[in-house]
């Protein structure tokens, strides 16, 4: 068990999700983003900085897949701007507990059979 999270506050380095947006403890957005990728918070934070430190590239890449997931639900009706609302395509979708997630160019395939 680790310490209680801390009590929420407004976002400090937030630039792409609502000010808002609860970033600590049960049913935060973080919480669905370490789950989806089964990492810990440190993956995307880390180094010992405080987590509106933007010095991980990680985050940055984070920040790209937020806006890729809204792009994509954008094709859905109904769907609200993530991480407002109910969304098609999650980051779970995807990675599946997996920080690498298979695509075509990742993905294994068989050498070519001698000939
Ligand atoms: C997949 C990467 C990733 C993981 C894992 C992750 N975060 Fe984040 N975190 C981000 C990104 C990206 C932002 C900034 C979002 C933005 O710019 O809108 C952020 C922002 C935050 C902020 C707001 C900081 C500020 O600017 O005030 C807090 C607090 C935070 N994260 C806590 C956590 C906690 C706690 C966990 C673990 C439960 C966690 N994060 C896991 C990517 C991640
Ligand atoms: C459409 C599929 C898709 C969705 C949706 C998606 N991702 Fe990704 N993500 C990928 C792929 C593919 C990679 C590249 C994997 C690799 O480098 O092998 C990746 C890489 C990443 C990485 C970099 C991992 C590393 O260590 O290099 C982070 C962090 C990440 N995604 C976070 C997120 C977050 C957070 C969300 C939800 C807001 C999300 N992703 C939604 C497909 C997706």
């Keep these: 068990m680790g310490a209680p ?3 929420q506050r407004p976002g400090i380095s937030l630039k792409i999700v609502p000010v ?3 970033v600590h403890g049960a049913e935060s957005l973080m919480g669905e983003f370490r789950d989806a990728l089964n990492v810990d918070c440190a993956y995307c ?3 010992g ?3 509106e430190t933007d ?3 990680r985050k940055d890449v984070a920040r790209k897949m937020i806006l890729l997931v809204r792009q994509i639900n954008q094709k859905f ?3 609200g701007v993530f991480p407002v609302g109910e969304q098609k395509v999650t980051c779970y979708t995807c990675h599946r507990g997996d920080p ?3 695509t075509l160019s990742n993905r294994r395939y068989p050498a070519p059979a001698p000939k």
């Design 49 to 51: 900085r405080p987590q």
């Design 55 to 57: 010095a991980n590239p």
């Design 20 to 22: 808002e947006t609860r």
């Design 5 to 7: 999270p801390p009590p």
């Design 100 to 102: 690498h997630p298979v």
């Design 77 to 79: 009706p109904g769907t």
């Design 45 to 47: 934070h880390g180094g």
